[in-house]
Structure formats: C-alpha cells, structure tokens
C-alpha cells in the first residue's frame, strides 16, 4: 500500500536558519504529493504540492521538488521565521485516488 | 465563504463513557466529508468519508463510527471509549472526491481526545 514517511522531529532552528524535512514515499504509479501545515491552534492547510515528476511546488518561500528517482519530496526553506513553528505533513494520493495518505508529521521550533 | 467548525476541542473521557464529536462545514452544498485521527506519533489517518446524507465509508476497523444526519454535519461516535481511542481527531471536507487529488482537502480545527 501507500506510505509515507517524513524525519521526526522536533526540529530546532534558529531564525534565518536553512531549513529541510525530508520526505519520502512508497506508492505505485505517479502519485501527486503534498505538503501541509499546521500552525498552533489551527487546523491544517495547503503549503504546497506538485503532481508530477521533477514539479517544484513552492509558496511562502517553502519548495519541494518531486523526485520519482528517489521517490523524495522534501521541503525546504532557506531563511525561517519564528511565524515558520509549526507541524509540517507531507502526504500523497494516487492518481486515481480520493484519499490523502499523510506521514506522521514534523514539528519545527523556531527561536528567535 | 466556506469555513469548518469541529467542537469540543477538548475532551477528557473515562474509558467505557460513549463519545461524540461534530463537525459544520458552513458556506458550501454536498461537500465530501471525512474524519481523519492522529495517534501520538503517527501520522493522519483516515477513518470515514462521506460523500452525501447517510452515505459513510469506512477505512479501519475500529471502536467507532460515524453518521451524517444533514449534508453538513459529520458525527463522530464511540458507545464505550478505550484507552487506545485517545488522539487528535480532524474533520475535513472537500468539494469533490477529484478535490483530494489537488490538495483542496480542508480541515478544522481538530480535536483532543484523552481517555483516562
């Protein structure tokens, strides 16, 4: 089946700090693969997403870029803010499919 | 505009007491409704969808269920709660099941469930 795996966190950063989660997947076919977050008291929301391979998904100065030769999607940010804390999901759906399969989540620190 | 409500946000149950959790979806018709929980540690998981009135899927077997008594209003139930339902449950909603594929999955606020 479907799976997802993402690094565990916490991740502590600095701000201005580079930031990466890795990413990777297990899904047959071309899935299309997501990243979600999840600010403080919030539900989650759209980052980013890219539906095929070599796409590079970015919004907020995050990128992720697909990586079918290593089935990867890691996402990244070169300078992050204290408003960057949050819980960061990467997740997939197969392209037929209706249903999100999400890794376990990372959380990020940011401190000032 | 559409927006999720997901109530309690809190909850604090004994085991054996029965359970329930709603979620509204307000400013959209027949939206694709599903009820996603987070264990400590693991990722989002799905546990029903549904697509219209008294329409549920479920993915895993479990100690729960759920209903959808109008087209926006998903329910969430256990009759007798286990120590192993304690989580982080997400109601989230989608204008299709084609939605989902572009990442147009949204979700409330969630709510924290502990068992004692």
């Known amino acids: 089946g479907n799976s997802v795996t993402q690094m565990e966190g916490p991740v502590t950063l600095s701000e201005e700090a580079f930031l990466t989660i890795n990413c990777t997947y297990t899904a047959t076919g071309y899935p299309s693969l997501f990243w979600y977050v999840q600010y403080p008291g919030e539900g989650l929301q759209l980052l980013l997403k890219a539906t095929k391979a070599d796409d590079k998904g970015s919004n907020k100065g995050f990128e992720a870029t697909y990586r079918k030769e290593t089935t990867s999607f890691h996402l990244e940010k070169g300078s992050v803010q204290v408003s960057d804390s949050a819980v960061y999901f990467c997740a997939l759906v197969k392209a037929a499919g209706n249903k999100l399969t999400f890794g376990g989540g990372t959380r990020v620190l940011v401190k000032p | 505009s559409q927006t999720i409500h997901q109530w309690p946000a809190t909850l604090v149950q004994p085991v054996g007491s029965p359970l329930s959790l709603e979620c509204t979806v307000e400013?959209?018709?027949?939206?694709?409704l599903y009820w996603y929980r987070q264990a400590a540690g693991r990722g989002l998981q799905l546990l029903f969808y549904?697509?219209?009135?008294?329409?549920i899927s479920s993915e895993v077997p479990q100690n729960l269920s759920a209903s959808r008594p109008q087209d926006r209003q998903f329910i969430l139930s256990s009759k007798k709660l286990l120590l192993s339902d304690s989580g982080f449950y997400l109601c989230?909603?989608?204008?299709?099941?084609?939605?989902?594929?572009?990442?147009?999955?949204?979700f409330g606020e969630g709510s924290r469930l502990t068992v004692l």
């Open positions: 549904s697509v219209g009135i008294g329409q």
């Open positions: 989230a909603w989608s204008a299709s099941l084609a939605g989902v594929r572009t990442g147009e999955l949204f």
């Open positions: 400013g959209t018709s027949n939206p694709n």
